[in-house]
């Protein structure tokens, strides 16, 4: 990693925070929630990532996620069946697909991850925008998110930010800056 985007990293964590703060400073919460509890949501976000998104296996998706919950990501909202959809597209097109939580921050109801996905684009990605040939290269994201849960522990809400252009330009589908 670069020093450039080692000062990047930096700048979207010290956002976080202040998101973070700004968040917990005015959220509203009904039921006070117990160290334990904040475990258990810290576990359940390790959890989720290592049981369910790395194998594969959507089946299980609903032992975190409330059947309510919803996703805001820079390319639009995603219900849980969406989010699953997503996930099966990028493993489809990464190989040597991984997922590694870098940081987890729980506040009460909320948590915040700073997470980093990286594979190869070795096959064709059915993105959104229509489908992109792989480039065979590396794919690295970083991703910040934060989460909200609700009473029984479950994912309610999430919100995702991640460079969307960079993103595409790894894919093949946007040139990269300056070129």
Do not use: C
């Not at 160290?35 to 194998?55: F, G, K, T, Y």
């Not at 097109?93 to 506040?107: C, G, H, K, W």
């Not at 590396?138 to 960079?166: C, H, R, S, T």
Request: hydrophobic fraction near 45%; proline fraction near 6%; avoid cysteine.
């Amino acid at each position: 990693m670069n020093s450039r985007q080692k000062r990047l990293g930096m700048i979207l964590s010290l956002l976080l925070i202040a998101l973070l703060t700004f968040t917990f400073a005015f959220a509203q919460e009904e039921t006070p929630v117990t160290p334990e509890q904040e475990e258990a949501q810290r576990e359940s976000l390790i959890r989720v990532a290592e049981e369910v998104i790395l194998p594969g296996s959507y089946e299980n998706l609903s032992d975190f996620i409330a059947d309510e919950y919803v996703v805001h990501t820079p390319l639009g909202d995603l219900d849980r069946d969406g989010l699953a959809g997503f996930f099966t597209s990028v493993q489809a097109a990464l190989t040597d697909f991984n997922m590694v939580r870098e940081n987890i921050l729980v506040d009460g109801r909320f948590a915040a991850t700073r997470l980093t996905i990286s594979g190869i684009f070795e096959n064709e990605y059915a993105s959104p925008m229509g489908p992109i040939p792989p480039t065979g290269g590396p794919v690295v994201v970083e991703v910040i998110n934060i989460f909200q849960f609700n009473d029984d522990g479950k994912i309610i809400e999430e919100w995702v930010q991640f460079d969307v252009l960079g993103f595409l330009t790894q894919l093949g589908a946007m040139p990269a800056p300056g070129s």
